[in-house]
């Protein structure tokens, strides 16, 4: 059992700054288009071009259930909500930018992690 709370602990500690830089992305003034998951209904398209829908919601929710086995594990799901927008929308349209200008908060904030 030791061992089972050593790693947890490490775990809490290690999501804890993910879950700080989570509620900064969700109160960006960007975030909007990712906040939760694309309509299917209202974008028909979506399911068929978007192989692994990502959003915010989904990601506090798997945070919150302890889904995350490691921090990298969070990254990969943050930039998929990036890559995503990038597959679906057109750079200079009102998504496509707001993508961009998250995806560049979202990797500033994730150096700073990395490097502290
Ligand atoms: C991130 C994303 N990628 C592709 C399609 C949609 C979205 N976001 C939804 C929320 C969205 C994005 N834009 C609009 C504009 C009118 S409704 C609506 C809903």
Request: proline share 5%; charged share 35%.
């Amino acid at each position: 059992a030791a061992k089972k709370d050593k790693v947890s602990k490490k775990l809490i500690k290690e999501l804890a700054p993910c879950k700080a830089i989570l509620e900064d992305l969700e109160c960006h003034d960007d975030a909007w288009p990712f906040l939760l998951p694309v309509n299917t209904k209202q974008f028909p398209t979506y399911k068929k071009i978007i192989k692994c829908p990502m959003d915010l919601s989904t990601i506090k929710k798997r945070l919150q259930d302890m889904y995350y086995k490691s921090r990298e594990e969070f990254c990969t799901d943050v930039r998929q909500i990036f890559n995503n927008c990038e597959t679906f929308n057109e750079d200079d349209s009102p998504v496509g930018k707001a993508g961009h200008c998250m995806r560049q908060f979202f990797e500033a904030r994730w150096n700073d992690l990395c490097t502290s």
